[in-house]
């Protein structure tokens, strides 16, 4: 059920979170992620469940911790797209929207159905992976090297 400040249209990308080979908990964590409901420091502050002092990122970079940053521009994750990127061949400019983002990548390789499907997959294993490295530095205090990272979407896109 929508709320009074959400839109009664589609994402842009909202199409593209729906893959038959894709779990329905990433599903719902991608949907989640374009339409800002994930447990951010931001939304935790709009929310009024931590304060404004506490919004920075987890990782210590010093910006506010929202899905923008966090998905696209951290450094960590935004290495990890490059990598994944250059793993397929595939060399595109980074927008800064997440919904743009999803759209960009899922259509940078073709035109053709199974292209678009398998970048589409792609796309939802790095936000899959992600989100739980996230988790992992803010509630364990570790952290996966970029490799590891890397490897994990791999595997993950494999089952």
Not at 36 to 60: E, F, M, W, Y
Not at 65 to 86: G, M, P, S
Request: glycine fraction near 4%; charged fraction near 15%; hydrophobic fraction near 40%.
């Amino acid at each position: 059920m929508l709320t009074s400040n959400e839109s009664h249209t589609l994402h842009p990308a909202s199409y593209l979170i729906w893959h038959r080979q894709v779990p329905a908990n990433v599903t719902i964590l991608a949907w989640r992620l374009l339409r800002n409901r994930l447990p951010t420091k931001d939304n935790l502050v709009v929310h009024d469940i931590i304060s404004h002092d506490a919004q920075l990122c987890v990782n210590g970079c010093g910006k506010a911790e929202t899905a923008q940053h966090l998905f696209i521009t951290y450094n960590k994750f935004q290495d990890l797209w490059y990598l994944v990127r250059d793993c397929i061949g595939v060399f595109t400019s980074e927008p800064f929207c997440i919904s743009d983002h999803f759209v960009q990548f899922s259509h940078s390789i073709g035109g053709f159905l199974a292209q678009r499907s398998f970048m589409q997959l792609i796309c939802l294993t790095c936000v899959w992976v992600s989100w739980p490295e996230r988790n992992n530095h803010l509630f364990n205090h570790k952290d996966n090297l970029i490799d590891q990272l890397l490897h994990n979407v791999k595997i993950h896109s494999y089952w």
